[in-house]
Antibody
Framework: EVQLVESGGGLVQPGRSLKLSCAAS????????MAWVRQAPTKGLEWVAS????????YYRDSVKGRFTISRDDAKSTLYLQMDSLRSEDTATYYC???????????WGQGVMVTVSS | DTVLTQSPALAVSPGERVSISCRAS??????MHWYQQKPGQQPKFLIY???NLASGVPARFSGSGSGTDFTLTIDPVEADDTAIYFC?????????FGGGTKLELK
């Protein structure tokens, strides 16, 4: 059974940093793209960043480019999202997802809440 | 960015057929996918490439469409289908989601 378990969320002041982690199990982590998708309170879904299973490329939505960094540790089957220079508009539930080669998101974690507020 | 427009809400009775629409601001070929999000839960993957059922999804769910107009159909609707349904495209960068359609049962 595929499981994705996020951690690292919380309340942070604007301009500060936070790092999210996602522990994956139930599939061969190194064979898959992975992604982060977020959902602001009572809002829709928004793709944030993706990382392929091979190679050094990473992909980001424009509003987080230069502030967020997605990375992975295949030995630990863990996905990360380093979030710097956080803004109030980054407040959302962040979901770790398995990304089917850049097409769709076929498995989702339970989500972790990030609140950016002074 | 490609904007995906969905009706905000629908209400149907159990046993009926419901169609949920998603209209793209520009063509996305058949690269439209659907998700279900029940209250307090993470989204669940339902349909890929417009009409293909994801593993484990009941055959009551089906999808159709191409280009700019897509439909998710549930027939018959069950009480457990109360949820928000989102469409998502990957034909144009960046990948975008619709605003969601809230399905309520009468």
């Amino acid at each position: 059974e595929v499981q994705l378990v996020e951690s690292g969320g919380g309340l942070v002041q604007p301009g500060r940093s936070l790092k999210l982690s996602c522990a994956a199990s139930g599939f061969t982590f190194s064979d898959y793209y992975m992604a982060w998708v977020r959902q602001a309170p009572t809002k829709g879904l928004e793709w944030v960043a993706s990382i392929p299973h091979i190679g050094g490329s990473t992909y980001y939505r424009d509003s987080v480019k230069g502030r967020f960094t997605i990375s992975r540790d295949d030995a630990k089957s863990t996905l990360y999202l380093q979030m710097d220079s956080l803004r109030s508009e980054d407040t959302a539930t962040y979901y770790c997802t398995r990304d089917d080669y850049g097409y769709y998101f076929d498995y989702w974690g339970q989500g972790v809440m990030v609140t950016v507020s002074s | 960015d490609t904007v995906l427009t969905q009706s905000p809400a629908l209400a149907v009775s159990p046993g009926e057929r419901v169609s949920i629409s998603c209209r793209a601001s520009e063509g996305v070929n058949v690269y439209m996918h659907w998700y279900q999000q029940k209250p307090g839960q993470q989204p669940k993957f339902l349909i890929y490439k417009a009409s293909n059922l994801a593993s484990g999804v009941p055959a009551r769910f089906s999808g159709s469409g191409s280009g700019t107009d897509f439909t998710l159909t549930i027939d018959p609707v069950e009480a457990d289908d109360t949820a928000i349904y989102f469409c998502q495209q990957n034909w144009n960068d960046p990948r975008t989601f619709g605003g969601g359609t809230k399905l309520e049962l009468k």
